[in-house]
Every structure is written in structure tokens, then in C-alpha cells.
DNA sequence: AAATAAAATGCAAATGATTTGCAAAAAACG
DNA sequence: CGTTTTTTGCAAATCATTTGCATTTTATTT
């Protein structure tokens, strides 16, 4: 009988973080966005439930280089997060999920020719999209 | 006539990277090393010398998903690293140089499909090289 | 070799993101 | 309601990194 509580901070984490699947926000950035929303949490409170959703494997935590605080970013079991790469547009923080075959063949080469395992959850190519790409060519 | 300085910790640590093209180090783990053969320098002072390098990009800056450090790897021209993927063990730390016919397929697929143009200096793929699977495999 | 200028160093203290200890408030459940 | 367990907030700790400042070292010029 073990007792289920919940917590009104995580639950709106994860449903805003759910809605943005495109993107990867840091916990000051949830933070300012939850208080817009009329909900205050201690910035404290933000961080456990961050780690909490974390260790249930319902968000992603990233850091890549550059960067000083972690992202947080959607898991869905139905986005297999856990077997495609992501690219970050280094510029807008915009998430693009590789979910095509190519993927298949870039685990598969670096398997065969150079004996790696990529482990896609810690892997993230850092580049430019689409939309930042065109905006900096001006 | 810009005079010419020289750092003896500076050199030291370029030869050190450049003797270990195939790992990344922290600035402690440099700070540590250092004191092992004998030179002492502070720790601001090595974090100091680590920028310098970075700025005259010789040595590549890199932090990924759950590592709280920073760490530094050797860049060479005739290395090539800004535009190769660096597969990074997350066990031993080793890195693999990814200059093979194929990186080219994977920035060409990105770009051509996803619109997206990858910035080699800052992505790593993460996982596990083939020494590392192999013991992990018992 | 001494004087000057510029850069490198060490120390203490600041920073910034994140974590922790602890007591109080809230939630679950009998 | 009363008890138990979890969540929260606050203050303080932590850890990697950076900064201010006075001192030392180095390069270059007399």
C-alpha cells in the first residue's frame, strides 16, 4: 500500500514541458515560467522535482558544451528519445528529433567500423537549424 | 614588437594534451598531473592557461551530458577537429577521431534533410568504445 | 647590468548552478 | 481527527570556475 502523492510543481513541469517537445529549457527558465503561470515554487523545489522526473526517466537532463546549466527536455515512450539523436540548434535551443532511417546507419557504421555503442540519451550534434541558418545569412 | 611571453605551465600542458591526442582532461586531472612531475602551479593558474589555449584553439573545450567538468582536448590543424565528430567514451574517457568517408555523409544528410548545419567543435557522440563494451560484456 | 613595461602568478574572495540539512506545511490514509 | 510519509522553503553548503589585486616573473630597452 504505498501512499501517492503528488505534487502540483511536477505535474505542471511535465504537462509544460510536454507541450514544448521541440525544445530544452533550464530549471531558471521553468522557474520564470511557472511563476508567469500565478504558480510559485522555491527554485529549490524546481531542481527536486526536476530530479525526480529525471529518475523517472519522464525527462531528459542534457549539457552540452558551452553551456553552464543543465536542459531539461520531454521523454515519451512513444517518442523513443532513447534511440535517436538529437540535434540543438545552438542558437534558438530548438530540438530536432532524428528519427530517420538514417539514424539506423549512423549507429550501425559506428559500430561496425570504429567498435562504438552510441548512447543516443547523452549524445546531441550542436549545429544550426533550418530557421537560424537563414536568419544568420542575411 | 609584441613582446613575447612565455608560460612554462602553458607549454606544459600543450605538451601533455599533445602527447594524449586520444583523451580529454579536466583541469584538476591537468592540476594533478602537473604536480605529479614535479611542477606546481595553482589551480587559477591552470584554468588561466586552459583558456589561453582554447583561444588560440589549441585546445578544444568540451563538457557533455552528466559531467560536471569541463574538459580539454589536444587540437591540431593537421587534426582536422573542427570538422570531424569526436565519439567519446563515457567509461574510459578515450576519444575517437571520426575522419572517415562517412562523417561526410552524416553532415551532408543533415544539412540536405534536416536543414541543419553541424557545428563538429561542440557535438560529441557519447557511448562506449570497443575495449570498454567488451569488458562490460562479461 | 639596471630600469621599464607587460604579462603571469598566487591568494582570497566572488560567482553561479546545484545540492543538502532541517524544521514546517501538505497530502495520503487509516 | 491522528498518524505517517512526502513535499516544501529557507539558509547554508558545495563544487567548478572566475575575478580582483598585489606580487613576481619575463621581455625588452637603456
Redesign the interface.
Known sequence: MAKEYHSKYKTWILDYLGERKDSRLSASEIHTAMAKDGLNANLVTIYRNLDRLVDEKKLN???????EENFYQFLAPDLHCTSH?H?I??KCGRI?H?N?E?MK??SD??LA???????C??????????DC?AKSAV
Not at 114 to 119: A, C, L, P, T, V
Open positions: 537532463r542534457q549539457k552540452i558544451s558551452g553551456e539523436l540535434l540548434c545552438s530536432i532524428l530517420c538514417f546507419e549512423i557504421h559506428l567500423d570504429h567498435g562504438f555503442q552510441i548512447d540519451q547523452d549524445s546531441a550534434l550542436v549545429g544550426l537549424c533550418r541558418r
